[in-house]
């Protein structure tokens, strides 16, 4: 691997490849993870091109060195954990837009591009890129865990943006997924398969990504109710609704509201919110189409709900309803105990199962004493639920992990994923093997043994390798 | 092969298995394909469930014998001729709904369903599955060719609409890509691997679809343009608009117009249409929405065009208005003078060079004097140009021939691809290559080998095997 790192600082520059042992502590370990892996990667390297990504990967093949490419860091399952170290690819300096074609709806990107940055950039164009994980995340890391966010239920999630990619297989050879037509049958769809990959195939180089006109108008309202039932029944009704298209759907658990009026922003603590599980709906489209649409919602809404339906009156509270959302996370953060981690589950289920699991999950967390909060996309049947721990507890780390396991068995009964968003990284393996059985995963084995037959390409994610590999 | 098809037999019945002359010619040949094959099956087997299509495979790998499987014979590319013979696998009889999640969202159907019967057999749950190409078109062919059709300009391609397959691998495993959540991130996409691969990585045995709401009012309108460029040019406009959700918007040109005025049904006929290109735009939504749309958009279409934007006023309206787009393809077939046949091309573009590659096109067909129409999605940059042809007059076959390679090759000048919705089968082959280059080609290579070593699924489709393959 030493050889494999001196190798490439021959080809790519002294600046290109450090040792340093706070950068590879920073590139081996997240704290926003609870899934992390002791080893460390023995050198971080810099490309700034795909030319460079593939000499990279030409030299770590040649020396048998794992890759793992490295976005943001912002994942949260140990998608960038080394636990066969190797050398860490940080994309950081890969953060150019190649061309925008605005005519075309479309934009060529670096992995390194931050997708908060490209929206800003090209606002003035009326098109945005659609997807809205971490604020922090990068397009790489995007398109390696398939991301999606608040914006999934109208705009569905990372795979459906991605027009094409460039692509560094193991061996350093780049290919091209697709052209740049919006819509093609024409071949396998290579695309797919890298999309959520999370880099164990290739390394991505350039993502050509399809854009959406950014809606003329928008609105937010929020509706509390007695019950996490009763929510769940009201979006349930109002997907299946024929009229009205919402642009979000979220809901917050009554532990997130307490959390929110107590501990919240300024901007957020501006209201007193019902402590009760909350529904945030957010509109888009014309000016016309979405007053309609809220005064549908908040008629549709009443059998539901006896609380009232406040809709943004101004630009400034629709800003401020959208942000008490926004900020759940973070606030969930602020208020960690010191020496205590948050652990934040991800799984999805099918549409009628949702109440139940949230419920169910609710109860569980409370009978095993553990704080826990929830903050579900409910238009997709995915929810996230924070839970704070002590890893040196060790009794209290076991009722988490207890806690998480059963919230995934769970939603496998219900016909669910383990992950509806931040994929699996060293976390979830043996979950995705439940999930999907031997057969599937075998044949995930198979693609990868056929792209990357030594296993080089960020190894220990997704799934282990099969036990006969290498006899 | 004989031997296969006689354990096949014997495992599934005599009822099971095939070997008329007549329904061979029927499972190996198609009229409206262009690409055809002079080999036949030597047999038809039938499977009744996941169990029989595995016990075919089994005995198929055993016996080295290619597995060609055939759904409503629909597609226009060869994609299910047999050019290595083998056994071909009708689907026919697996046309069950297995079941129906109508609070969920989703529903599970074996790949023999008709799209058409589906949705009106799911009508009364307000649910519908949003895909639209032909009429006679099975699910298991629209999962393999990655269909679309006039609605993916709002609902996007069959690859969108599929939550997970039950696939039979060629061995005879059976594995399933996913569970049932509307949304995932749970290892690699293997549900869009398998869709486009057009059988040549396994064959689809049941497939769960998504479904959307059915909208609750839908409207139609019609306006006709001085040139292609001038209705391409409103086209991107309203497709780059912020305000406006158009449902479709189609383009239909002079010589199709005259075509509809000439040979059209009655209920097309009971208007006079201007003989100049037309856009078909569809709208849907609640019905203000739907409404406020058609207000704007004939506002927004004026600096485009001084032809009058004609709106259906009743149910009637729309639906004979809609008609004579649908009813395009067929009129252009029934008025195919005796002994010609039909070309129909499926390029696709980046929306900005939409009206260049069609006016380019419609010259050079000119030139060649090729009687040429053109009806194009045009939301998505695909077009297909539709042109008759004599097979046993070869200057004749040359010339169409020509005009076709020349729009695949414009197409892929434009960063475009050369199957927008009915994949590469045998006739497109050679221009995959040229779209994609050695490098991705070779690496779906390396995919069907990894997972169809002995290249018996639907073999000689997509791509050839690498000459190096057996060495």
New interface residues.
């Given amino acids: 691997m030493l050889q494999a790192a001196e190798e490439i600082t021959g080809f790519l520059g002294e600046d290109a490849v450090t040792y340093d042992a706070e950068v590879l502590e920073h590139h081996g370990h997240s704290d926003w993870s609870t899934a992390n892996s002791s080893e460390r990667a023995i050198a971080v390297a810099y490309p700034r091109s795909t030319e460079d990504v593939s000499t990279i990967a030409r030299i770590c093949s040649k020396y048998r060195a794992p890759m793992i490419p490295f976005g943001a860091g912002s994942s949260v399952e140990g998608n960038f954990a080394q636990p066969y170290s190797g050398i860490c690819i940080d994309m950081s300096y890969m953060d150019q837009v190649i061309a925008f074609?605005?005519?075309?709806?479309?934009i060529i990107v670096q992995p390194g591009v931050n997708w908060m940055d490209l929206n800003s950039q090209i606002a003035s164009s009326?098109?945005f890129a659609p997807m809205d994980p971490s604020p922090t995340a990068s397009v790489g890391g995007m398109v390696s865990?398939?991301?999606?966010g608040t914006n999934?239920m109208r705009y569905?999630?990372m795979?459906?943006w991605v027009l094409n990619l460039t692509v560094v297989?193991p061996d350093g050879?780049?290919?091209?997924?697709?052209?740049?037509?919006?819509?093609?049958?024409?071949?396998?769809?290579?695309t797919?398969?890298f999309?959520?990959?999370e880099g164990t195939?290739g390394i991505v180089t350039e993502v050509t990504l399809k854009l959406a006109?950014?809606?003329?108008?928008t609105s937010v309202a929020v509706v509390s109710f007695p019950s996490i039932k009763a929510a769940s029944a009201a979006a349930?009704a109002l997907?299946?609704?024929?009229?009205?298209?919402l642009a979000a759907l979220e809901i917050l658990d009554d532990v997130q509201m307490r959390v929110l009026n107590k501990h919240g922003s300024a901007v957020v603590k501006k209201r007193k919110w019902a402590e009760k599980p909350t529904l945030f709906l957010k509109f888009s489209?014309?000016?016309?189409?979405v007053k309609?649409?809220v005064k549908?919602v908040s008629q549709f809404i009443k059998p539901f709900t006896s609380d009232s339906f406040q809709v943004a009156r101004t630009k400034q509270e629709e800003h401020d309803l959208w942000s008490a959302r926004k900020e759940a996370l973070f606030t969930m953060v602020s208020i960690r105990p010191p020496g205590t981690r948050l652990w934040s589950t991800?799984v999805?289920?099918?549409?009628?199962?949702l109440a139940e699991i949230i419920d169910v999950s609710k109860q569980d967390c409370s009978q095993l004493g553990i704080f826990a909060s929830v903050v579900g996309?409910v238009g997709?049947?995915?929810f996230h639920v924070a839970m704070f721990f002590d890893p040196k507890d060790a009794e209290q780390s076991a009722k988490v992990g207890k806690a998480v396991k059963h919230m995934m068995r769970r939603?496998?009964e219900m016909?669910?994923?383990?992950?509806?968003?931040?994929?699996?990284g060293i976390g979830?393996k043996e979950c995705?093997m439940d999930?999907?059985?031997p057969?599937?995963?075998?044949?995930?084995q198979?693609?990868k043994?056929?792209?990357d037959p030594n296993w080089l390409m960020n190894p220990g994610k997704?799934?282990d390798p099969p036990s006969n590999l290498y006899v």
């Fill in positions: 074609h605005p005519e075309d709806m479309d009326g098109l865990t398939n991301c999606s999934a569905g999630t795979k459906d297989l050879s780049v290919i091209k997924t697709r052209r740049r037509p919006r819509k093609t049958s024409a071949g396998f769809n290579l797919s398969l999309v959520g990959s195939l006109p950014i809606p003329e108008d349930s997907i299946r609704s024929s009229g009205v298209q489209g014309c000016a016309e189409a309609g649409d549908r991800d999805a289920v099918p549409l009628s199962r996309h997709d049947g995915n939603a496998l016909e669910g994923t383990v992950s509806g968003e931040h994929a699996i979830k995705l999930e999907l059985g057969a599937a995963i075998g044949l995930m198979t693609l043994k056929a792209v997704v799934f």
